[in-house]
């Protein structure tokens, strides 16, 4: 251990990602309370029960059915693959997680994904739109569903009239409205965000709430706003492998972290240190690719700068540009330390 611990702090302070600690301390005190009670399996157990129940209370909806699952991938492709004929696709943007980084997950169900470029990371009316227009008949596939990421890929959300607009298009064509939520807890808490879960679930079909990007060991709360939509569900979980036996572990997270509010404080957290960095890149004069409105920034930075910051930061560089710059992916998250930021602060004021 004492060697582990003497790698460990020889690393540099990674801002790459938003799950590179484990857990919340609550959630693993939940597990270790909770550690030797007897439950039935399966997501049977009275702690994921209750995880649920606390769920609703935020959505304002006791009629939404709620599955957990142990990832992003798995509940998209379980989401889709169940919701869709075999001959119908999904419309993405082309930044579309399911399109761009789940190694082809989704054309594996058998579904296609129209990709549409992205305003700013978001998909809007006149994009799926482009994509109906060109479908009409039956030599092509028959577009049954739009995914969105909330916030999206590049660190965007989506603003209440957005989302009310592409609804609405969506049940005028008949198509279902999914929403990728694996940091939605940023998108719900970011400074610029007008929507609550109440009006999530009101204002789609299927969305689902991450864990591992905001506290969580892991998991995926997927949740059908309709309970028709999730007829017969339970079987596309067990024939995909999805249905744990011990469900208890992901339902006592959610359990912990839908009490007392801690999802959204763990979210909010993450935020205000994201800002932090982003006020000090905007007093140097740095442009972003994308507004910082989340805890992913995207700044672009001369190269130079750019290696002078990695000597003691770890963060991904996004996209090679001309002019001897790149875009860049900065990173906060629950367990970013002021501490850390501070230090970033500090070496961009140098650069």
């Known amino acids: 251990m004492d060697e582990f611990i003497t790698l460990d702090m020889s690393r540099k302070i990674s801002f790459r990602n938003d799950y590179s600690e484990g857990a919340h301390p609550a959630i693993l005190q939940l597990l270790m309370d909770t550690n030797m009670q007897q439950e039935p399996g399966y997501g049977a157990d009275h702690i994921s029960e209750l995880a649920k129940q606390k769920i609703k209370s935020y959505l304002q909806n006791d009629l939404a ?4 699952v142990s990832g992003g991938t798995q509940a998209n492709l379980l989401v889709i693959s169940h919701l869709l004929k075999p001959y119908e696709s999904v ?16 054309e594996n169900t058998g579904h296609k994904v129209n990709v549409v470029p992205n305003a700013l990371g978001k998909l809007n009316v006149a994009a799926v739109e482009s994509i109906l227009n060109t479908h009409q008949d039956h030599h092509m596939v028959k577009p049954g569903m739009v995914y969105i990421s909330q916030s999206t890929e590049i660190g965007s959300i989506y603003s209440k009239k957005e989302m009310q607009e592409l609804y609405a298009y969506c049940q005028e064509k008949n198509l279902k409205l999914f929403i990728d939520g694996a940091r939605l807890g940023v998108s719900l808490t970011g400074d610029k965000n007008d929507l609550s879960l109440a009006d999530l679930s009101k204002l789609c079909d299927v969305f689902y709430i991450g864990a591992t990007k905001n ?8 949740v059908f706003n309709h309970p028709d939509l999730a007829i017969d569900f339970p ?7 999805a249905l744990l036996a011990k469900g208890r572990l992901i339902g006592a997270q959610f359990l912990a972290l839908f009490t007392d509010d801690l999802f959204f404080q763990l979210a909010k957290r993450a935020n205000q240190l994201a800002m932090r960095i982003a006020d000090a890149l905007i007093q140097k004069g740095y442009e972003f690719a994308c507004p910082p409105e989340t805890n992913q920034l995207f700044p672009i930075l001369p190269n130079p700068v750019i290696e002078a910051l990695q000597t003691h930061f770890d963060f991904f560089v996004w996209e090679k540009l001309e002019d001897n710059k790149a875009v860049c992916r900065i990173v906060t998250s629950w367990a970013t330390t002021d501490e850390a930021v501070k230090g970033f602060v500090n070496e961009l004021s140098k650069n």
């Not at 079987?235 to 492998?241: F, R, S, V």
């Open 65 to 68: 059915d709620i599955y957990f």
């Open 91 to 106: 419309i993405a943007a082309d930044t579309g997680h399911i399109a761009v980084h789940e190694t082809g997950a989704i």
């Open 215 to 222: 506290g969580g060991l892991l998991g995926e709360a997927i």
């Open 235 to 241: 079987y596309a979980l067990k024939q995909k492998g």
